[in-house]
């Protein structure tokens, strides 16, 4: 795996249900775009 | 014409929004719009941090960020002209199902988003195609 998928890949996180998720496993099945958020001011 | 959403979709592609913040503040947004993209709340930003993010790339997202980007998802990324940053966007990776990472961007300032063409291509090639 390539280095950032490598570290991002045991996070764990959660969905907005409060349900936790691993975020490897989102690409386990099909490839995923992970849209990091960002807000200003 | 279709939305940018409907192109990741129709590659077999995962959409996943990562923000700062709490779940309820997620969930709420939820509630208030239909929004097409799972949705995960990093609140401690451990996922931001492995990523490479720095601080300053997140701080706590607001109905207004997902807002911005749905919209900006629907116009088909055409806001290029549009004041501001439409976008809110902290960065982007495309990981296939190999753990290869098939395109990121980083966004380094307000604004600074990847070229469409260059990630919906990205995302058409890796993607299974349904």
């Known amino acids: 795996m390539t280095k950032t998928a490598d570290a991002l890949a045991s996070i764990e996180i959660v969905d907005d249900g409060g349900t936790p998720v691993v975020v490897g496993d989102a690409w386990k099945e099909r490839s995923a775009l992970l849209v990091f958020i960002r807000h200003f001011g | ?130």
């Open chain 2, 1 to 130: 014409m279709r939305d940018a959403y409907d192109e990741i979709a129709g590659a077999g592609v995962r959409l996943i929004v990562i923000g700062n913040g709490s779940p309820e503040q997620a969930r709420s947004f939820r509630e208030d719009e239909t929004i097409p993209f799972e949705l995960w709340v990093d609140s401690e930003m451990r996922a931001y941090r492995a990523a490479g993010l720095r601080r300053g790339a997140a701080k706590v997202f607001s109905l207004r960020s997902f807002g911005h980007l749905r919209r900006a998802m629907r116009g088909g990324f055409r806001q290029a002209g549009v004041q501001g940053d439409p976008w809110q966007l902290g960065a982007v990776f495309l990981i296939d199902p190999d753990g290869r990472t098939r395109y990121e961007h980083v966004s380094r300032e307000a604004g600074d988003h990847p070229p469409v063409h260059e990630l919906m291509r990205a995302i058409i090639e890796s993607g299974a195609k349904r």
